[in-house]
């Protein structure tokens, strides 16, 4: 990123934290040591929230497996013999087809936001592990309408429809409790960006509004001058 930091309030750190923690789980299977901090968790039990209830049954997952079944159980899910359970690529859930048209265009935003590509990662730039991972730095890093514009383009049309199909693959049991808590979470993300739509001026830089006032300037700055 190459924004400037700025001040982050506390809902918008445990957000991108949330985010970081799905990026992790969906990344690979998780370490013995993620085990044991969800395992860990100290839940409000008197929250009858769907975050708090997801929370709960990952909580319990994670006392459940370790990391050794888990390997197994991703593999089969996001790999598989031949192809996994599921497809975890926005361009998959959005066209039905990997490297497409969606994934050209995450490719320009992510260097127009100032992100690069490793050279060791091998998937995609459009997995759902990376998009997360770059949503938890715009969190932190970056405008709100930079934010709201990435999340509207690149996650919001095919999340719910991506935590519900990984709900009910064949495999998942510790995933299970991950789709749930993705789902809960991007339900609370898709108020958040809505909230935050109203908020942002319409001639907020990166704006649909502020798009076509410019381009209705430089179609009036290309017309030919009228003969007095």
């Known amino acids: 990123m190459t924004e400037l930091v700025r001040e982050v309030s506390e809902n918008d750190q445990l957000r991108a934290d949330i985010y970081q923690l799905l990026a992790a789980l969906l990344r690979s299977e998780p370490s013995a040591e993620l085990l044991q901090f969800l395992a860990n968790l100290e839940l409000d039990v008197d929250d009858p929230s769907e975050m708090t209830k997801a929370w709960s049954a990952l909580k319990l997952a994670a006392n459940q497996f370790t990391s050794e079944q888990l390997e ?44 690069e590509r490793e050279e060791n990662v091998k998937e995609p730039e459009d ?25 509207q383009r690149h996650i919001s049309s095919w999340i719910e429809r991506f935590c519900t199909s990984l709900a009910a693959t064949p495999s998942a049991a510790f995933y299970a409790t991950v789709a749930q808590l993705a789902k809960a979470f991007f339900e609370i993300e898709a108020n958040e960006f809505e909230q935050l739509q109203l908020n942002i001026p319409l001639n907020c830089p990166g704006s649909e509004a502020e798009k076509s006032a410019a381009a209705d300037a430089s179609l009036e700055s290309s017309k030919p001058e009228l003969a007095s």
Not at 75 to 103: C, H, Q, R
Not at 127 to 146: D, T
């Open 72 to 115: 197994e159980e991703y593999f089969n899910i996001f790999y598989g013999v031949g192809s996994g359970e599921i497809m975890p690529y926005a361009s998959w859930f959005m066209t039905g087809s990997l490297m497409d048209k969606p994934l050209a265009m995450l490719r320009q935003d992510l260097i127009q936001l100032g992100f």
């Open 127 to 151: 997995h759902v592990a990376a998009l997360c991972e770059v949503m938890g730095v715009l969190l932190l890093e970056a405008p709100g309408y930079r934010q709201l514009g990435f999340y």
